[in-house]
């Protein structure tokens, strides 16, 4: 798990802000990706980009070249679909019913440990929760199913005294490919009912494969 992980909330931010992190969520998927089954950059593309080193030097660059007007050809980005990527019954986000204060429950409802397929990287980049008063205190990426290593987590509770109830993450969480993983919240709130907490995730795959 990250070390800097915190969540910011939307009201503390201006449309600049929330526009350079969502591009740089975009940046760090691609950037990724690069070089694997899901697509590549040529150095025409982006003059260097094959010398460049290390993960964050490479999604600057590819940051960079995005907010110029450019976008690397190999791949394409669209918003996570829940039927769609994780086979969920409904396009929503929804967990399971929150019956006990402290438990973990998915938020893809029935669903608890989503299977990335081999060709898509997952990019989370914030959180909201739609349901009032707010029923849960964290949330939570586990790779390895319901119960596996925790990549990321965040506390949701620091949304609570804002006019919307929504934030940004510090950093990207990236789900790899042809692996299991779980989007969790803890229940602070023992409502007996689902909560509607969504999240902005973007789905990096080869250009082409879902959209024409």
């Known amino acids: 798990m990250g070390s800097r992980t915190y969540i910011i909330p939307s009201d503390d ?3 600049t802000d929330k526009t350079n992190y969502r591009v740089s969520a975009i940046a760090a998927g691609i950037a990724r990706a690069h070089g694997t089954n899901v697509g590549s950059i040529g150095d ?3 003059p260097g980009f094959s010398k460049l080193g290390t993960a964050e030097m490479k999604t600057a660059s590819v940051k960079n070249y995005i907010m110029g007007g450019g976008w690397p050809k190999a ?7 829940p039927v769609l990527d994780a ?3 409904l396009d929503q986000w929804n967990t399971a019913a929150l019956a006990a204060v402290g438990t973990a429950y998915s938020c893809l409802q029935a669903v608890a440990a989503p299977a990335n397929p081999n060709n898509r990287y997952l990019v989370f980049y914030k959180m909201g929760c739609e349901t009032v008063p707010m029923p849960i205190a964290l949330a939570i990426f586990r790779k390895g199913g319901a119960t596996g290593n925790i990549l990321a987590q965040f506390d949701a509770e620091q949304l609570i005294n804002h006019q919307n109830i929504e934030g940004y993450f510090s950093e990207p969480v990236v789900i790899d490919p042809a692996i299991t993983y779980a989007v969790q919240v803890v229940c602070r709130i023992a409502t007996g009912l689902l909560a509607r907490v969504q999240f902005g995730c973007l789905v990096v795959e080869p250009q082409g494969q879902t959209i024409a």
Do not use: K, N, Y
Not at 75 to 81: I, K, M, N
């Open 44 to 46: 025409d593309e982006i």
């Open 87 to 89: 086979a969920s019954a």
């Open 13 to 15: 931010m201006t449309l």
């Open 75 to 81: 791949f394409d980005v669209r918003e996570f679909r």
